[in-house]
Nanobody
Framework: QVRLVESGGGLVQAGGSLTLSCAASGRPISSYAMGWFRQAPGKEREFVAAMHYSNPSTMYSDSVKGRFTISRDNAQNTVYLQMNSLKPEDTAVYYC???????????????WGQGTQVTVSS
């Protein structure tokens, strides 16, 4: 069974950048589609980005498209989320997760990490 650990969160000023990492162990991530989700205080968890397991296909939420980039390094068994032009509304706990499908629906994701906090100050 795969285990996921996120890192790279922190406090950043609006307009700044952060790169989140999701390190997998137990099974190769090349077997999965990988997704990033986030949950802001008092809100439901929402889809951010996802990437296909074997080709460069990606999808993004409208709120992050053009600012965030998902990538993966199968050799390092790690998925990344490069976040640029950060806004205060990007403040949330960010989670990575595995799926057998390249989808936005949280219900299709099986294994989740513990999350990493991102705080964007105005």
């Amino acid at each position: 069974q795969v285990r996921l650990v996120e890192s790279g969160g922190g406090l950043v000023q609006a307009g700044g950048s952060l790169t989140l990492s999701c390190a997998a162990s137990g099974r190769p991530i090349s077997s999965y589609a990988m997704g990033w989700f986030r949950q802001a205080p008092g809100k439901e968890r929402e889809f951010v980005a996802a990437m296909h397991y074997s080709n460069p296909s990606t999808m993004y939420s409208d709120s992050v498209k053009g600012r965030f980039t998902i990538s993966r390094d199968n050799a390092q068994n790690t998925v990344y989320l490069q976040m640029n032009s950060l806004k205060p509304e990007d403040t949330a706990v960010y989670y990575c997760a595995t799926s057998f499908l390249l989808v936005r629906r949280e219900e299709n994701y099986n294994t989740w990490g513990q999350g990493t906090q991102v705080t964007v100050s105005s």
